[in-house]
């Protein structure tokens, strides 16, 4: 069994992470804070909140994914919905780190589409 779909997303997806987790330790660094984040330092906070909200929602995804491949799910939309759920990602931790709400919301509405679209693919495994 080849799980090739799930493999790629996951490599970007920890690509992301890790970008998230260096930029969070960078500006902790930078505004010489030491844990936990502290009430008063917004830069700060954004960049926790993007890397810990990326965590948040990626992991239950990417294992629905999984169970999606594992299940012989098409792959174009395997394809399709981990490049829309990631560009969901990206847009999400953009306006957290750039006070760019409107990509914020664009962001949450991706994520949350994508977890749509996975439970009725998931539902019809199950029945």
Do not use: C, D
Request: proline share 2%; net charge positive; hydrophobic share 50%.
């Amino acid at each position: 069994m080849s799980i090739k779909i799930t493999t790629l997303f996951t490599f970007l997806y920890l690509l992301m992470y890790l970008f998230l987790s260096v930029y969070a330790a960078m500006t902790r660094r930078n505004q010489k804070v030491k844990v936990p984040v502290g009430p008063g330092n917004e830069k700060l906070q954004r960049a926790s909140r993007a890397h810990g909200n990326f965590v948040e929602f990626t992991v239950i995804f990417l294992f629905s994914l999984l169970i999606l491949e594992i299940n012989n799910t098409n792959s174009m939309y395997l394809y399709f919905i981990g490049t829309f759920f990631l560009i969901g990602r990206i847009s999400h931790a953009y306006s957290m780190v750039w006070k760019k709400g409107l990509f914020r919301a664009l962001g949450m509405l991706a994520t949350f589409l994508s977890y749509i679209s996975n439970l009725i693919y998931l539902l019809n495994i199950i029945r």
